[in-house]
């Protein structure tokens, strides 16, 4: 192996050119980047940034660094084009030929239609980069703008709650009935909404955007039922998409991401890594029968790595099996989540059951797939969720987990009492 070239200079890019030099891997390594930023770190652009008056600089590696483990950067330029048979990508009119590609170009924010947002108009952010940061944390500093946020995931909750926080008036409208459904199930969903409307956001669910007033800035927003909110700073956290338009004729397989195989392989050398992976996570095939995608901070550095320690040496690829963990912060609660909380077709539904706790306030839910632990969500309960983590990589069954939350519970009952006679 002679070249590996990594596209995307995110946290999945990076934690790639740093494994491979780490082993000792002596060919060239080349990382290119869509951004001028060197590469960053996401999760603190929704939280600490916001919430700081001098946002941090959460850059992960200054130049020399990477300069100095023999890492070439060509940033500012977005790959445009890739020829498998070729072993080389295009990025602006250069083309930079590898033995080894690790594919890590991440996700983009989705938008609403331009039939209902003018792509021209003031005091709207989308949340993807360091920028759209920048941007959020100016116009929340800006007077005391009334905010509206589109999208009740966890980013546009995280922003949500810092806004609040913060004094704003905070509306969140949700087109799903119940917020988050997709991620934690249909009950976790209204817990966590009555998070928000605990500290005073209101949150509309249900509810389609039909218009979005506003002659040069924004002024309101305006539902399918006639509602209008006025609106200062409206945040459109619609999700986000896998960046594959650049691969569409790199005869690659394009599902909602880039499918690969069990080691991250979406060809011959090409090599898949972060928001853009979809790949089959042996560890859950008896919950799942379709691919995983993951937008994870977890997944991406894990990916990284594996895929570029597999692109530089594919007769030795070893498969990439992960538990699915994230993590969010709400008003000062952290919230965290490990495994799955949806089962494919065929096999049984994924129920849920509060292990410790109350709704109201910090509490465990463990999810079950027929006999099997599937997933934890904690809140405010961060000593409990690597317990669930480790029995779900071990697929422990359903009694364990009990079994493990009867532990948990007596052992936060003695230290209770502990500190009571204390």
Known sequence: MADLVVVGASLAGLRAVEAVRNDGFSGSVTLVGAEEHLPYDRPPLSKEHLADDEPGDSTYREREKLDEI?????????????????????????????????????????????????????????????????????????????????????????????????????????????????????RMGQALTALHERHGTRVLTGASVTEIRGSSSVEAVVLDDGTVIDTDVLVVGVGAGPNTAW??????????????????????????????????????????????RLEHWTAASEQGARAARNAVDPASAQEYTTVPYFWSDWYGSRIQFVGVSRSGEGFPEVETELVMGDEDGSFVTLYRCGDRLAGALTVDRPAEVMQYRRLIMKRASWDEGLEKAEERRQRAAKKAEAAQQG
């Open 70 to 186: 023999g890492v070439e950067l060509v940033l500012g330029e977005s790959a445009t084009a890739l020829d498998v048979d070729a072993r080389r990508i295009t990025v602006g009119d250069r083309e930079i030929p590898y033995d080894g590609l690790v594919v890590a170009t991440g996700a983009h924010a989705r938008t609403l239609p331009a039939s209902v947002l003018s792509p021209d108009l003031a005091g709207v952010v989308t949340m993807r980069t360091r920028d759209d940061s920048r941007h959020l944390h100016q116009l929340l500093r800006s007077g005391h703008p009334r905010v509206t946020v589109i999208g009740a995931g966890f980013i546009g909750s995280e922003i949500a709650a810092v806004a609040r926080k913060r004094g704003h008036d905070v509306t969140i409208v949700e087109a799903l009935p119940v917020p988050l459904v997709r991620g934690v199930g249909e």
């Open 247 to 292: 691969l569409e004729s790199s005869g690659l397989t394009i599902d909602d991401g880039v499918v690969a195989d069990t080691t991250l392989a979406a060809a011959p050398g090409v090599y898949v890594a972060g928001d853009i992976a979809r790949w089959p996570n042996a560890l859950f095939d008896d919950v799942l029968d379709t691919p995983m």
